[in-house]
C-alpha cells in the first residue's frame, strides 16, 4: 500500500517501527508487529503530520493553562484578596501542572511515548505563546470592566509597600529613584498591569519550557 493515508499511527507504535532509508525520499516504514503492512510516505508529509500535532495539542494546553489561571486570580479577587499581589505568584504551580499534564498526554498519548528535545521546545514554545496572550486578554478585560476594584487595590498596596520602604530605596538608589518609581505608580494604567502579567507569564512559560524539555525528552 502506498499514500499517506494509509498510514494510521495509532496501529503501529513509534517504538516498532523500523526506518529503511533507500534514498533520501521516499522513506519507508515497516514494522515487526505488522509485517503485511507497508507504508510510504516522505520526509515532508510525515513533518506536517507531526507538527500538526505539537500544535494541536499545545494550543489546547495553552489555552488550559490561561483560563485555569484567570479562574485562581479570580478566585483571589472574589476573595477580597490582591489578584496582584503576594498571592498572585501561587499561579506558577497551577500553570506548571497544567503543562506538565498536556506535554506527557502528548508524548505519551500522541506521539507514541517519544519525544525529542526539539519536540518538547516546539510544544512548550507554543503553550507559553499562547498562555500568555490569552490570560493577558481575560486580565485585561477583567481590569476593564467588572474588576476596576482590583486594580485599585493593587495600586493602594503597591504605593503603601513603596512608602514603607523609602528610607532604603533613598539610602541603596537614591531619592530620584524613590520620587520615579512613586510616580510611575501614580500613573500606572490597568492596560500596563496586564502587560506586565504578559511578561510574567512569558518568563514562566520559558523557564517550564526547558525544565519540562528536560524531564520529559526521552
Same mark, same amino acid.
Not at 506535554?103 to 506521539?111: G, I, M, Q, S, V
Given at each position: 500500500?502506498?499514500?499517506?493515508?494509509?498510514?494510521?499511527?495509532?496501529?503501529?507504535?513509534?517504538?516498532?517501527?523500523?526506518?529503511?532509508?533507500?534514498?533520501?525520499?521516499?522513506?519507508?516504514?515497516?514494522?515487526?508487529?505488522?509485517?503485511?503492512?507497508?507504508?510510504?510516505?516522505?520526509?515532508?508529509?510525515?513533518?506536517?503530520?507531526?507538527n500538526?500535532?505539537?500544535?494541536?495539542?499545545?494550543?489546547?494546553?495553552? @489555552? !488550559?493553562? &490561561?483560563?485555569?489561571? /484567570? +479562574?485562581?486570580?479570580? #478566585?483571589?479577587?472574589?476573595?477580597?484578596?490582591?489578584?496582584f499581589?503576594?498571592?498572585?505568584?501561587?499561579?506558577?504551580?497551577?500553570?506548571?501542572?497544567?503543562?506538565?499534564?498536556?506535554?506527557?498526554?502528548?508524548?505519551?498519548?500522541?506521539?507514541?511515548?517519544?519525544?525529542?528535545?526539539?519536540?518538547?521546545?516546539?510544544?512548550?514554545?507554543?503553550?507559553t505563546?499562547?498562555?500568555?496572550?490569552?490570560?493577558?486578554?481575560?486580565?485585561?478585560?477583567?481590569?476593564?470592566?467588572?474588576?476596576?476594584?482590583?486594580?485599585?487595590?493593587?495600586?493602594?498596596?503597591?504605593?503603601? @509597600? !513603596?512608602? &514603607?520602604?523609602?528610607? /532604603? +530605596?533613598?539610602?541603596? #538608589?537614591?531619592?530620584?529613584?524613590?520620587?520615579?518609581?512613586?510616580?510611575?505608580?501614580?500613573?500606572?494604567?490597568?492596560?500596563?498591569?496586564?502587560?506586565?502579567?504578559?511578561?510574567?507569564?512569558?518568563?514562566?512559560?520559558?523557564?517550564?519550557?526547558?525544565?519540562?524539555?528536560?524531564?520529559?525528552?526521552?
Amino acid at each position: 500500500m502506498s499514500g499517506l493515508h494509509n498510514y494510521d499511527e495509532r496501529q503501529i507504535p513509534y517504538k516498532q517501527v523500523i526506518i529503511k532509508r533507500q534514498s533520501l525520499f521516499p522513506l519507508n516504514f515497516k514494522t515487526k508487529k505488522h509485517n503485511e503492512f507497508i507504508y510510504t510516505c516522505n520526509k515532508k508529509d510525515l513533518t506536517r503530520i507531526m507538527n500538526k500535532g505539537i500544535v494541536q495539542n499545545a494550543t489546547i494546553t495553552g @489555552l !488550559l493553562s &490561561a483560563l485555569s489561571v /484567570f +479562574i485562581y486570580l479570580l #478566585l483571589l479577587h472574589l476573595l477580597g484578596q490582591n489578584p496582584f499581589g503576594q498571592y498572585k505568584f501561587m499561579y506558577i504551580g497551577i500553570y506548571a501542572l497544567i503543562f506538565a499534564l498536556g506535554l506527557r498526554h502528548f508524548r505519551d498519548k500522541k506521539n507514541h511515548n517519544r519525544l525529542s528535545a526539539t519536540q518538547g521546545l516546539g510544544f512548550g514554545f507554543i503553550v507559553t505563546a499562547v498562555a500568555a496572550i490569552a490570560c493577558t486578554l481575560m486580565v485585561f478585560g477583567f481590569l476593564n470592566s467588572f474588576g476596576q476594584s482590583a486594580f485599585d487595590l493593587y495600586l493602594k498596596e503597591s504605593i503603601e @509597600l !513603596l512608602v &514603607a520602604s523609602k528610607d /532604603f +530605596i533613598v539610602e541603596q #538608589l537614591g531619592e530620584d529613584a524613590y520620587l520615579t518609581t512613586y510616580d510611575n505608580l501614580q500613573k500606572l494604567t490597568p492596560s500596563e498591569l496586564a502587560l506586565d502579567h504578559f511578561t510574567s507569564m512569558s518568563l514562566t512559560g520559558v523557564f517550564l519550557t526547558f525544565l519540562f524539555m528536560l524531564i520529559f525528552k526521552n
